[in-house]
Every structure is written in C-alpha cells, then in structure tokens.
C-alpha cells in the first residue's frame, strides 16, 4: 500500500538548517528524504526522527558537486509521487579574492548553488505541478542583497538563487499553480558554516546570530503567507531594506569595512 504521508526532501541535511528543518518537517507530518555527504550524520539523524517522531526517514548520501551524486538524486524526486517538499539547502563558503582561490573551489561552488538548485527543482516542479500542489524553498543570503571583497562567487550565487526564485515565483502565478516556490535570505546563523570557513564568530555582534531553529521558523511562517522572499529577524530585515535603498557609490566605499574575508587560507565544506 501506498504511503499516505507527503515527502520531504533536504539537502545539506547533515547539519545546520538542513538539520533543523528535517526535524521540524518530521513533527509536522512529512516522511523524509536526508541528502548530504555524510553517510554517518545523516543514519544518525534518521534514527532519531524516527524512534522520536515515528516518521520514515531515508538516507542518501549524494556529493551534489558531482555528477553520479547529482543525477542519483535527480531520480529519486523523479520517482517520488507523493514529494510535496524540497528544501534546496547544500551549500559552502570559501573566504579568499576570487583569482587566488583554486578554481575547483568556485566550479564546485557554482555546481552546488546553482546547478543542483536548477536539476532538483526541475525535477520537483514536473510533479508539483502535474499534482498541484507542494513547496520549494531555495536557501539563500542577506548576502545576496550586498557585496563586498573575498568570497564573490558566495554572493553572486546567492543573488541568482534569489533571481532564479523570483523567475518561478512569477511563472507559477502565471500558470495559476499553488505550488509555492521561496528565496530563504538568512544572515549569521549558528550552525557549522562558518567554523568550516575558519571565520572567526567574536568578529561579529552576538545580536546578529541567528539559531537554525528560527531561521526553519521564520521560512515556514512565510510559506504560510506565500511570501517570496523570507529575510528572518528584525534587524536583518531592516538592513536588506536599507541596502536595497542605498546608492551603489556608497555601498562600494564601505565594501572594506569589517572583517578581513581575504586574509586567510580558504576552507569549503559542502
């Protein structure tokens, strides 16, 4: 017999607000899909959501920067008729000028953020679509909304999710779909991303730091009025409303102003 409950599929599930959104999917009725690297978090996380929860959670450990481990869970949404979720969450940091950074960094950078964010939701949206119903929520960045020196393939990346999410957004309507498509534009959250950077956390104001819990809060309290971009937390709200309203000339004269992200030797974490 078919199983009566709507699936869920997280990338980047291992950690972080991967992690965090599995769990609360998991309480609000959704059986699972875990996608990330690591076999042995993922096994642990599904254990849990399901001696905790009771939910089926499945594991499957793709590498999304690489071709076998995208195309694996391409076919997986291809074959999941009852996907009323996807959470397009993997994603890195690597700290460093564009030019002095490998070039493998920024090919497997762009592969995550945008090519498995394209493939998947492909994927998801032939069946939401066809069955009239489900969500895509594509992880993205305050940084979206700014740029400055030392990780230029992070924003500009991050400011094509939210295009990307505006495009399908709109096409949706258009289409007179009620799948819900959202650009998730968190700021500093306590998650490992930034220890896998080798960024330094006193660097920035405690108020600033958002937990996981809130970030997965705020996204899908947004779902809920159908908004398309999700900024959460008021000060961070606050600030994309004044960059949005700022001149350029004067977001470049302060692009060097706060921590050095070109100092130190880049790490990336998928």
């Not at 400055?148 to 991050?158: E, H, I, L």
Request: contains cysteine; proline residues 4%.
């Amino acid at each position: 017999m078919a199983n009566s409950k709507p699936l869920a599929l997280v990338t980047g599930a291992s950690a972080g607000i991967g992690a965090a959104y599995a769990r609360r999917l998991a309480r609000e009725g959704y059986d699972l899909v875990l996608v990330a690297r690591r076999r042995e978090r993922l096994e642990a996380l599904a254990a849990e959501l399901q001696s905790s929860v009771g939910v089926r959670a499945e594991v499957l450990p793709a590498d999304l920067t690489q071709d076998s481990g995208l195309k694996a869970v391409e076919d997986r949404i291809e074959r999941a008729e009852n996907l009323e979720f996807l959470l397009n969450n993997a994603g890195f940091g690597a700290k460093g000028r564009f030019w002095e950074t490998p070039s493998e960094t920024q090919d497997d950078m762009h592969r995550l953020h945008v090519l498995a964010t394209v493939r998947l939701t492909h994927a998801a949206l032939k069946g939401m679509t066809a069955r009239g119903g489900g969500a895509v929520v594509n992880v993205s960045s305050v940084a979206a909304f700014v740029c400055r020196p030392g990780n230029t393939s992070y924003y500009a990346t991050k400011l094509w999710v939210n295009g990307f999410s505006e495009g399908l957004y709109l096409e949706l309507k258009n289409a007179r779909s009620p799948v819900r498509v959202q650009a998730l534009c968190p700021g500093y959250t306590l998650t490992e991303f930034h220890d896998v950077m080798g960024f330094d956390r006193r660097l920035v104001p405690r108020s600033l730091w958002t937990s996981a819990e809130d970030v997965v809060e705020a996204s899908l309290a947004g779902l809920r009025r159908g908004d398309l971009f999700v900024v959460p937390g008021w000060r961070y709200k606050l600030l994309v409303i004044l960059l949005r309203l700022m001149p350029r000339s004067v977001m470049y004269a302060a692009a060097n102003l706060g921590p050095a992200w070109v100092q130190e030797e880049p790490k990336a974490s998928g």
